[in-house]
Structures are given as structure tokens and as C-alpha cells.
């Protein structure tokens, strides 16, 4: 029976919770409720007292895992929603990610961030801030675009003693499926060739995967052989797989849904750029959203984000550069 996105971040909380009494669950009605998207259904009534409902108060829940996290515990932090985690900005920019720098203490803390825009969701519901993370030492910042990944990713997050922001798309929960869960996953920082290819490189992550993927399969209709690579992580980023593919086919593209200042798609560029400006043959492009805030109505909505189509429209250029 196909196992979906979401089902597979449940597994894997339910695995590590069976595995080690270390870990515990914590936040807004994750325990009866099952959470705002249901990852933790069932998992209270199996683990009685290690999934808790916390108050509506992100900076007091990150601070207590913290807490936890320094006398031994090995907290997983669910965000209802990624926005509202910019509530506990400081308890994670300023704390976790400097606890072990300033004491030498670990924090092996997951802060769980449902990511990424639905039709509807509007402006605080919406956002991706992966970029935000991924500014700050000391933080592991996991962006899954395939089921196998967000298995196989949380079970690994769970495992590091440095604390982690698992970037799960609320949109894949549903729409993706894979027959069965992996056994084996490759090492942390390591991104994949997700369709191998010659003419071109789009480089994205998280959703735009699949986006991306579409968009290869309709331009080799054209002729076109385009490679895509999923980083998976964010931070680390894996620059020797990107500049790889560049040296084979000489064209980057980089795509992202999140805002555009400063964001991923900026730092790829900047590294390729700076590292591999040899192996290009055309100036690299980046597409992500609009640099505006995230509009409510479905129509707005899906002229805001990165589509398959103004992908393919961005690539088809790079192409005949």
C-alpha cells in the first residue's frame, strides 16, 4: 500500500519515540488532535505523556526543548504552521544554534516547520523560511522533497546533536506517494541528481522538485536534456555536486519558492559563480516567487509562486542564451 508524505514523517516520529525514551513531541494540539495536519495522530495514545500539547506560545515552546535538550532529552518541536515559528526567532537564532558554540553543551533539538503555500493560505501560512535558517551557524536547516526524505531526513534529524529546521511542504503531504519506506538514504549534505541531463541544470529543492521535473520532461519533447538536482539540505549545501553538474551541460538555472533577497537560489548562484565560472557557458538565472507578500486568492496565488510553467519559460530562455 503507497505511503504518502505526510504518513511518512508520522512513521518516522513513531519509530524514534518506539526506539529512544529520550524523545518526546511538543506543540500545538499534537497530542489528541493529532496536530494541525494530523503528523502525530495516534502517536499519544501509543506514548503516553511524550506527546504534549503545548501552549500557543512558540517562544516558551522552543525555550522549555531547549531546556529539555541541555539535561538530555531530544525534543521534536511541530510548528503549526513555518510562519509562526518567526515568534521563537530569538530562543532559536540566539540559543539553539549558539548553545553548543557558547558551552560546549549539544542541543539536539528538531523544530518541525509545515513549509510552503496552498490555495487560500494567504500571507501567514504560506511562507518559506528556509533562507532565514540556513543565515544563521550553527543551525541544520533540511528542505525533504520526496517521501523517502522525509522518512529517512526526521529519522537523522532526531539522531544529530545539533539542532535542526526540517522544512516539510504542506502541499507534498498529500500529493506525493511512494510504494514503501527506504531502508538507506544518502549522507547528510548530500544533494541528488533527481533527472541527469546535458543541456542545462536547474538546481531547487523542497517542491520545486517536481515542478522542476515536469518541466524537464516537457522540454525533452523540445530536444532539450535538462538536469535536475534536489539539494535536500539547504545547510549544509552541497556545492561539488552543483558545480558537477555544471560542468556538464554549462547552464544554471536556480529555482525556489521562497522570496528572492538573499535567499537560497542567491547563494547558489553567488557559489557557482565564484567557484565554477569556468564551466558556464551562459549567465546563471535564478526564479522564485514574487517579491511580495503571499496573496490569498487562488488565482493570485498561483501567479505568485514558481509554476511549472514559468519554470519551463525561464529554462527555455537559459537555453538560447
Not at 526567532?89 to 528538531?110: D, E, S
Not at 526540517?166 to 544533494?191: D, Q
Not at 559563480?273 to 507578500?293: I, K, W
Request: hydrophobic share 40%; glycine share 8%; aromatic share 8%.
Amino acid at each position: 500500500m503507497a505511503i504518502t508524505y505526510l504518513e511518512a514523517i508520522r512513521e518516522a516520529q513513531d519509530k524514534v519515540l518506539g526506539e529512544n525514551d529520550a524523545v518526546y513531541i511538543y506543540g500545538q494540539d499534537v497530542a489528541h488532535f493529532g496536530g494541525a495536519f494530523k503528523a502525530t495522530k495516534n502517536l499519544s495514545e501509543k506514548y503516553p505523556g511524550r506527546v504534549i500539547d503545548s501552549p500557543i506560545s512558540e517562544d516558551a515552546m522552543i525555550g522549555s526543548a531547549i531546556g529539555a535538550a541541555i539535561e538530555g532529552m531530544r525534543p521534536i518541536v511541530e510548528m503549526q504552521f513555518a510562519d509562526f515559528s518567526s515568534v521563537a526567532f530569538n530562543q532559536i537564532v540566539n540559543q539553539a544554534a549558539t548553545l553548543y558554540y557558547r558551552t560546549g553543551v549539544p542541543c539536539p533539538l528538531v523544530v518541525r516547520l509545515p513549509s510552503g503555500g496552498t490555495e487560500g493560505s494567504g500571507p501567514f501560512h504560506s511562507q518559506n523560511l528556509e533562507s532565514i535558517y540556513a543565515h544563521y551557524p550553527g543551525l541544520i536547516v533540511m528542505t525533504p522533497a520526496t517521501v523517502e526524505d522525509a522518512y529517512t531526513m526526521l529519522l537523522e534529524a532526531v539522531e544529530l546533536d545539533d539542532p535542526v529546521i526540517f522544512c516539510e511542504h504542506k502541499f507534498l503531504y498529500y500529493h506525493l506517494k511512494a510504494e514503501s519506506l527506504p531502508t538507506e538514504n544518502l549522507p547528510l549534505g548530500t544533494a541528488r541528481i533527481a533527472r541527469p541531463g546535458r543541456h542545462a541544470t536547474i538546481v531547487t529543492y523542497s517542491a520545486m522538485v517536481h515542478e522542476s521535473l515536469r518541466v524537464a520532461t516537457e522540454l525533452a519533447e523540445e530536444g532539450w536534456d535538462v538536469e535536475v538536482v534536489d539539494l535536500r539540505t539547504v545547510k549544509p549545501i552541497d556545492t561539488d555536486t552543483i558545480l558537477g553538474s555544471i560542468a556538464r551541460t554549462g547552464r544554471l538555472l536556480c529555482v525556489g519558492e521562497g522570496f528572492p533577497w538573499g535567499g537560497v537560489t542567491a547563494e547558489v548562484v553567488s557559489r557557482v559563480v565564484s567557484e565554477g565560472f569556468h564551466l558556464l557557458d551562459a549567465p546563471p538565472q535564478r526564479h522564485n516567487c514574487r517579491d511580495t507578500p503571499i496573496p490569498y486568492h487562488p488565482n493570485l496565488w498561483k501567479a505568485h509562486r514558481p509554476t511549472a510553467q514559468s519554470i519551463k519559460d525561464a529554462a527555455r530562455a537559459l537555453l538560447h542564451l
